[in-house]
């Protein structure tokens, strides 16, 4: 539910601010959120309960911004925005980031 992400984000990430989902499965939560100071954002919310399979979807994510941005960038691209930041909280979280716009 909504008051779960949210308080989720005030318990690990207290300087985001949620304002809404806008998308919702079993493997993650999309919402809209914002950052004191910086603006609007994306954040994916990934669930894991198996810490070796958090850390390969780390790992496996890690990679994946690196090869989108390098393909990717604001000057020839403004039309794409891919995730820049991914954050492992405790063992079961992965929180990955991009503007909103």
Same mark, same amino acid.
């Given at each position: $539910?909504? #008051?779960?992400?949210?308080?989720?984000?005030?318990?690990?990430?207290? *300087?985001?601010?949620?304002?809404?989902?806008?998308?919702?499965?079993?493997?993650? $939560?999309?919402?809209?959120? +914002? %950052?004191?100071?910086? @603006? !609007?954002?994306?954040? #994916?919310?990934?669930? +894991?309960? &198996?810490?070796?399979?958090?850390?390969?979807?780390?790992?496996?994510?890690?990679? *994946? %911004?690196? +090869?989108?941005? *390098?393909?990717? &960038?604001? /000057? $020839?691209? !403004?039309?794409?925005? !891919?995730?820049? $930041?991914?954050?492992?909280? @405790?063992?079961?979280?992965?929180?990955?980031?991009?503007?909103? /716009?």
């Amino acid at each position: $539910s909504s #008051k779960s992400i949210q308080n989720f984000l005030l318990k690990y990430v207290n *300087e985001i601010t949620y304002e809404e989902t806008i998308n919702k499965n079993a493997i993650y $939560s999309s919402v809209i959120a +914002e %950052i004191e100071n910086e @603006g !609007p954002i994306v954040c #994916k919310l990934y669930y +894991e309960s &198996n810490k070796n399979k958090l850390d390969e979807m780390l790992t496996f994510m890690t990679e *994946e %911004i690196k +090869e989108k941005q *390098e393909m990717f &960038n604001i /000057v $020839s691209h !403004p039309n794409v925005l !891919p995730y820049h $930041s991914i954050y492992k909280r @405790g063992d079961k979280f992965l929180l990955i980031f991009r503007q909103y /716009v």
